[in-house]
């Protein structure tokens, strides 16, 4: 275990079930930036925002089943949406919705 990273090593010092559960979502964060944050492409990269967005707010992760090219059924987890990430994106359009949408991206 004391191998991983400090940023998603498990707190194991008597903290609250609370702050642990924040320590495991930042550091969740982080290791989608790690992994997705150098794709090529804004819309690449506004989809990991938005993932690390995403688990920062606690959202769900859920799975979804899509179709291949060739007519072949896949499922995979993705993330929903939490009460916490609905406040987000009120807040990112602003007072008046005078900003545009919150761009999710699209995954690499």
């Known amino acids: 275990m004391n ?4 940023y998603v090593r498990p707190l194991d010092d008597g903290t609250s079930p609370e702050l642990a559960a924040l320590h495991h979502r ?7 930036a790690l992994a997705y944050g150098s794709s090529d492409g804004a819309h690449h990269k506004m989809w990991c925002i938005d ?9 769900p992760q859920v799975p979804v089943t ?3 090219v060739r007519g072949n059924p896949y499922t995979f ?3 929903g949406e939490s009460p916490a990430y609905e406040a987000f994106l009120a807040a990112a359009r602003g007072e008046d919705n005078e ?6 991206g699209i995954a690499p």
């Not at 995403?54 to 959202?59: A, F, I, N, S």
């Open 3 to 6: 191998d991983l990273p400090a």
């Open 99 to 104: 900003y545009s949408e919150w761009d999710s």
């Open 77 to 79: 987890d993705t993330y």
């Open 26 to 32: 930042i550091g969740s964060a982080l290791e989608i």
């Open 51 to 59: 993932q690390m967005v995403r688990e920062l707010t606690g959202c």
């Open 66 to 68: 899509r179709i291949d």
